[in-house]
């Protein structure tokens, strides 16, 4: 199944054997975020939440020059000049990019095939994996813009070391696709060549497992976030596969030596 996007030839959808494929197109302006992108992108992930026959989410781009650049600043220049409102984060008609990938109830698997900055690495940091090609740099360059990172304030330090976040945050230069994998904010490093072959064996590697054990997963470790390990514990968030035919499936098929044949339910 094939979608057009809201911004055509700008972000393209297509479901393939359980995983939807949600690329930007946008290589000539190193993949900078329109705000018809974002838009595109936000009814993409909403349409992949929803749709039973999707199991997890490759996000790529196109080219090799850069995974996303953020924002895209010539859009908003042109914005300003004309008298048009910013569009600040966490406000507005439409939900956050970022916090609505966050909460997709489905594994997000993000594949930087360049440098992921500003906006770009807040794209990638609300994914739950981050596999990069060896040249994809990471960096929050938005205090030489005056602008805010206001997703990646919040989350990167919850990821790695508070200190680092802030030398990040603070000082705007970017660390190396090795020193992110360190950071463990990427899973995993392969050479460029390598990445849509290793992308693509990441994500068949999750949908090979039982779709309600994933959604279960996710959506009880988003949820769960914050609070303490007793209220965690007793959350009961999304599908529960203890009593699914899935789960009584996958015993059977242990016992009998074979694959399993997955459901969803």
């Known amino acids: 199944m094939i979608t057009t996007s809201l911004d055509p030839g700008a972000v393209h959808y297509e479901v393939l054997d359980h995983v939807a494929y949600i690329t930007i197109d946008r290589p000539t302006r190193r993949n900078a975020l329109s705000v018809s992108a974002l838009n595109a992108l ?32 010539k859009e908003l220049d042109e914005m300003a000049r004309a008298g048009a409102r910013f569009p600040v984060p966490m406000t507005g008609t439409s939900r956050n990019l970022f916090e609505l990938i966050l909460e997709t109830c489905k594994p997000v698997v993000a594949a930087l095939n360049g440098p992921a900055l500003a906006g770009g690495a807040e794209l990638a940091l609300a994914c739950d994996l981050r596999i990069a090609a060896d040249h994809a740099t990471f960096g929050l360059p938005e205090a030489k813009r005056g602008m805010g990172a206001n997703f990646a304030s919040v989350v990167l330090p919850r990821m790695i070391p508070r200190a680092v976040a802030f030398e990040m945050l603070y000082t705007a230069e970017p660390v190396s696709a090795e020193r992110a994998e360190r950071l463990g904010l990427y899973n995993r490093v392969v050479p460029a060549a390598e990445l849509p072959a290793a992308g693509e064996h990441l994500v068949r590697s999750i949908v090979g497992n039982a779709p309600l054990s994933l959604r279960r997963y996710k959506e009880m470790a988003v949820k769960g976030w914050e609070l303490s390990v007793h209220a965690a514990l007793r959350l009961n968030a999304g599908p529960n596969p203890y009593l699914s035919e899935d789960r009584e499936e996958g015993i059977r098929a242990f016992v009998e030596k074979r694959d399993p044949a997955w459901r969803g339910h």
Do not use: H, K, N, P
Request: charged fraction near 25%.
């Open 42 to 73: 936000a009814a993409f992930f909403t349409e992949a939440a929803e749709d039973a026959d999707v199991w997890a989410i490759l996000l790529r781009s196109t080219g090799d020059d850069a995974f996303c650049a953020g924002a895209d600043l």
